[in-house]
């Protein structure tokens, strides 16, 4: 029977007792407690789990029927595949019962990092992004990714935009829609790589870890792709975190991941702030009540600093 929420997240006693049971016996203690982070957008559960001995672990968990289901797989693959010292969680088991699958990862112990100019967690995650993509993917890796096409290249938005502009289109957008739509159509044929591609990097799709420091959490769209993709995605993040348009523009012209393929990096900032303006009109999704509002600010700041690009 498939369990779709309203509104957040599935809860730990939405699971079937069976699943339940089954995870309990895996893990050897019962479960005493099931905490919910805040952030992110998805329905399935999502909860660190507190055991009778004191351990915590972090499970995700929906009917098989659910399309979250196969991400939650998909990340379980890509953790699993990981090369040796990535910033990542370690993959604990995977657990069927009673039509649902739930996927169990090491609990990481912290908040999510402050990636505003107060704090050096930004200038941190710069750098994980900065070793993660500095070598291909391993063989591993990208076997692990292959059966799933990647999100990213599909990414767009302009095009629809610029045949029906809508009247609430800024300003800033409306004057470049033909550039814009014309960069967003490149995007497809730069899109492929042989990186590591985390595909999704959020404040709150990263942990501080009070041992490991910033952790990339959340892999459910990993795949390979330039090098640029996961650095230029964190650029409209940090503008959302208080730091300038003009500053992060400047970031990307000297990182690694993005200064090696400046016209990739572009491409691919326009499609997804075209991704971005055209979801953000949508009606929001079950599950998801916050997903659209969250697509409006990351448009706003993704344009901001595409706009210093192109100046």
């Not at 912290?110 to 993917?137: C, F, I, M, V, Y």
């Not at 953000?280 to 600010?297: S, V």
């Amino acid at each position: 029977m498939s369990v779709l929420p309203t509104s957040g997240r599935l809860q730990w006693t939405d699971v079937p007792l069976p699943l339940r049971s089954r995870l309990e016996d895996a893990l050897g203690a019962p479960v005493t407690d099931a905490v919910t982070p805040g952030g992110g957008f998805g329905h399935q559960l999502a909860a660190a789990l507190r055991l009778a001995d004191g351990r915590r672990v972090f499970v995700k968990a929906a009917p098989d029927g659910d399309p979250l289901t196969a991400a939650n797989i998909h990340e379980a693959a890509v953790l699993a595949a990981l090369p040796s010292g990535a910033s990542a969680p370690e993959l604990l088991g995977i657990h069927r019962a009673a039509d649902w699958t739930a996927v169990v990862i090491a609990h990481l112990d912290g908040p999510h990092p402050d990636l505003s100019s107060a704090s050096n967690d930004a200038e941190q995650t710069w750098a994980l992004l900065d070793k993660l993509t500095s070598s291909p993917a391993p063989a591993s890796y990208a076997a692990a990714v292959s059966t799933v096409p990647s999100t990213a290249a599909a990414l767009h938005g302009w095009d629809e935009l610029l045949s029906a502009p809508p009247d609430d289109l800024v300003p800033a957008a409306c004057d470049r829609l033909p550039q814009l739509a014309e960069l967003e159509a490149a995007w497809p044929a730069l899109a492929h790589g042989d990186r590591v591609v985390h595909g999704d990097l959020r404040a709150d799709n990263m942990v501080r870890d009070h041992h490991r420091g910033v952790t990339f959490v959340d892999w459910a769209h990993a795949t390979t792709g330039p090098a640029c993709i996961d650095a230029a995605s964190l650029a409209p993040q940090l503008v959302l975190a208080g730091h300038s348009p003009a500053d992060i523009a400047r970031l990307l012209q000297d990182h690694p991941a993005t200064a090696s393929g400046p016209e990739t990096t572009t491409a691919f900032l326009a499609a997804l702030t075209g991704h971005w303006h055209r979801n953000a009109r949508k009606p929001a999704p079950p599950g998801a009540p916050g997903l659209r509002a969250y697509q409006h600010r990351a448009a706003a700041a993704g344009l901001a600093v595409l706009g210093y690009r192109l100046n």
